[in-house]
């Protein structure tokens, strides 16, 4: 099991920044990989961010050079650094962790989400 909160959201300017952060407990141990995803009203959920228990990193083509992923050195810390922020980044932003035990059922967790408003 593992729970995860998020925090950072927020109302920003175009061209402003916020971080988010995602903290995880339980068996952390056993997280896999652990993703930022984003939802704007009237479109599809979008992967943003990714990074994996050895601290391999990758982007979605909208964010790149803009965003960056990073854990804390304990490791149930990821944070997401939002620079250049642009009105179309406008989302619910939500933390994922893919859940990987040596022995049991891999499956995803889901923090509740953090509204992110860039305003024009």
């Known amino acids: 099991q593992v729970q995860l909160v998020e925090s950072g959201g927020g109302l920003v300017q175009t061209g402003g920044s916020l971080r988010l952060s995602c903290a995880a407990t339980?068996?952390?141990?056993?997280?896999?990989?652990m993703k930022w995803y984003r939802q704007a009203p009237g479109k599809q959920r979008e992967l943003v961010a990714v990074i994996t228990s050895s601290g391999s990193t990758n982007y979605a083509d909208s964010v790149k050079g803009r965003f960056t992923i990073s854990r804390g050195n304990a490791k149930s810390q990821v944070y997401l650094q939002m620079n250049n922020l642009k009105p179309e980044d406008t989302a619910v932003y939500c933390c994922?962790?893919?859940?990987?035990?040596?022995?049991?059922?891999?499956?995803?967790?889901w923090g509740q989400g953090t509204q992110v408003t860039v305003s024009s």
């Open positions: 994922n962790a893919d859940y990987m035990p040596i022995f049991g059922r891999r499956r995803d967790y």
């Open positions: 339980g068996s952390i141990s056993s997280i896999n990989a």
